[in-house]
């Protein structure tokens, strides 16, 4: 059962960084390296198991939407500033 779930979260995985992949091949405005997709990949990873991991060892709704919702939050704050640096840390190469 854990495998299946772990393969899943690959499985989506993989799609999402497909759809940047496709995009690249129409359009010059995406340009991702391939560290873009390392670096994106493992950010998925890491939100999907962490999301799988509240959604197995927390019993109540409401603190797996609270505790989800955090995950997610972090996962896109993350996100925004790799892709703009909107905080302006030197992680994000500004």
């Known amino acids: 059962m854990k495998t299946n779930r772990f393969l899943i979260i690959l499985l989506i995985v993989g ?18 390296t391939v560290s873009d997709f390392i670096i994106m990949g ?20 409401k603190n797996r939407l609270i505790i989800g919702g ?3 939050a972090v996962f896109f704050m993350i996100w925004a500033e ?6 302006g840390s030197p992680f994000a190469g500004s």
Not at 42 to 61: A, E, P
């Open 15 to 32: 799609v999402l960084l497909l759809i940047p992949f496709i995009a690249m091949q129409f359009s010059d405005e995406v340009v991702w």
């Open 70 to 72: 955090i995950i997610l």
């Open 42 to 61: 493992i950010l998925l990873l890491v939100t999907g198991m962490g999301i799988d991991l509240v959604l197995r060892k927390v019993s109540s709704s």
């Open 82 to 87: 790799l892709a703009v640096g909107i905080f």
